[in-house]
């Protein structure tokens, strides 16, 4: 498996003393005094690098380094700040096919959605660097005379970023790159299977960072690690916010965590999306949201369509088409140019695929293509299947929970007010959908009563958020919001303050205390 991506990337010239790492002959081996572990390509199982994971000892040494670049940064002025994110994204558009290639080799995304993350990464570049001149408090009338209130956000302190395999560059930069206009360094734990991805995205800070000596380098750290040094991580009362994303076990573990230390946790977690179809939807339009929606990222995004409730009336004809259009997916390498569905991310979720199939047929499920895994014609050693389509009943246990594999179960009602029932019945709410030409189902499903989830969408899939947009979801989704609106502000810490400029010392409410 070539890498010559990363040596592009000059990520081979890592020294020690970088965040513990160097790379040797070969392989890229992290200097950690953990035990060691190996990433591998989806692609073809090949051994992509060898860890050593850093430990939580060696967390200390990273947290005083963190501290002290706080204390530079924070007096930092924003503008500034957002001058580094714009040279950051400057040197991301550089490298921009590189960084894509080690995404597709780490996490098996074909490579035009490989290239969309990378562009993620650089739109949220340009949406942070504007906001560097926009973290606005407000001024608040005062009920004493001589008086003015205002608001101030200011720099929070160090943040943790836990990232999950899927999408390695786009949830850090989600973080990373409005966390260090608002005045915070990030210190970023990957995920075991992606820790080259992690690799590049330091490497492309710290180019940018050697030719800005008033930036601390430390700003932008990076530590390789297993479940020991996450929860050293959530523990550690250097991070006023630690910001995860992976499963909703996960998540639970580190709000457990940060809150006993009374920190904020921001929490990206379980799926379990859902789209209903109305029998008034321009169903060619539906169609290609649902099979991008569903079978897109080999069905392991946090977004993945798997829950597609139809109106009883028009079912049976989509399925039909679905089935048709699933046949035509082209499944093998993803850096293979017209193939459309890479591979699973390891055997482990191969399995879970092939249990979640299994569990759905006993539960009364019917599958109606796909579930099977791809031999031939893909490189040997991945786990390619092809998307599954199954019809079951919207109350079947196996529906209620989340497979992180291209599974789309389909689901009928009769009622508009039934599907949103049924759409808010499980316990994830992140992404859902409508396709309906009914006004008046497209309000009721964006308002109070409609659906529960932190993104609604209207006649497009749920894959698909623009940066401009705080991302996030409620209930067992984790309540977290990043990237645009307002987003910002969960790396910021707030004070209100009132300045006396007149001759008396009135008290608030009306007390007299003489």
């Not at 051994?47 to 005083?64: G, M």
């Not at 390695?168 to 075991?192: R, T, Y």
């Not at 630690?242 to 639970?252: I, K, N, P």
Request: hydrophobic content about 40%.
């Amino acid at each position: 498996m070539s890498l010559t991506c990363l040596e592009t990337l000059g990520v081979n010239t890592l020294k020690q003393g970088d965040t513990f790492y160097s790379v040797l002959t070969g392989n890229t081996v992290a200097l950690g005094e953990g035990s060691t572990f190996s990433a591998h390509s989806p692609i073809d199982g090949a051994t992509l690098s060898t860890f050593n994971n850093a430990t939580p000892a060696q967390l200390d040494k990273v947290n005083a380094e963190l501290k002290d670049a706080f204390k530079v940064l924070r007096t930092i002025p924003a503008p500034r700040r957002g001058e580094l994110v714009r040279r950051i994204g400057d040197e991301a558009r550089k490298y921009k096919n590189e960084l894509a290639q080690v995404i597709s080799l780490e996490a098996g995304k074909i490579v035009p959605e490989a290239l969309g993350e990378v562009q993620e990464w650089i739109d949220v570049c340009d949406f942070a660097v504007g906001q560097s001149r926009m973290l606005h408090g407000l001024s608040i009338v005062s009920e004493r005379p001589g008086h003015r209130m205002m608001e101030q956000w200011h720099p929070l302190g160090p943040v943790a970023v836990i990232t999950a395999f899927n999408f390695p560059m786009a949830v850090w930069a989600w973080n990373a790159m409005l966390g260090l206009v608002c005045g915070d360094p990030i210190l970023l734990k990957p995920s075991e299977k992606a820790p080259l991805c992690a690799l590049a995205m330091y490497q492309i800070a710290q180019n940018v960072i050697a030719d800005m000596p008033d930036i601390p380098k430390a700003v932008v750290s990076v530590m390789i690690g297993d479940r020991d040094l996450g929860e050293a991580i959530a523990a550690s009362e250097t991070f006023p916010l630690v910001s995860a994303t992976g499963s909703t076990v996960m998540g639970r573990a580190v709000a457990k965590t940060v809150a006993g230390r009374l920190g904020r946790s921001l929490l990206e977690l379980g799926g379990n999306n859902a789209m209903i179809v109305s029998d008034t939807a321009d169903l060619d339009l539906a169609l290609r949201a649902i099979v991008f929606s569903a079978a897109g990222t080999a069905g392991q995004r946090c977004t993945t369509l798997r829950r597609l409730i139809t109106h009883e009336s028009i079912v049976d004809g989509l399925v039909e088409r679905l089935a048709k259009s699933y046949g035509s997916l082209r499944v093998g390498s993803p850096i293979v140019e017209g193939n459309l569905v890479g591979p699973l991310i390891d055997e482990g979720s191969f399995n879970r695929m092939q249990a979640a199939l299994d569990t759905a047929k006993k539960q009364g499920g019917e599958i109606v293509c796909g579930g099977e895994r791809v031999t031939e014609g893909v490189p040997a050693g991945g786990f390619y299947v092809r998307p599954a389509i199954v019809r079951i009943a919207h109350d079947a246990p196996i529906v209620h929970e989340e497979t992180f594999a291209p599974i789309m179960y389909v689901l009928t009602y009769k009622t508009f007010e039934e599907a949103i029932e049924i759409q808010n019945e499980v316990p994830q709410g992140l992404s859902s959908a409508v396709f309906t030409e009914s006004m008046r189902e497209a309000e009721l499903f964006m308002s109070p009563a409609g659906s529960d989830c932190g993104i609604a969408n209207v006649n497009i899939g749920t894959s698909g958020a623009e940066i401009g947009g705080a991302f996030g979801g409620e209930k067992e989704t984790g309540g977290g919001r990043e990237s645009g609106s307002d987003a910002w502000r969960n790396y910021m810490r707030r004070t209100t303050n009132t300045v006396n400029y007149g001759g008396d010392l009135p008290l608030a409410q009306g007390i007299v205390f003489e």
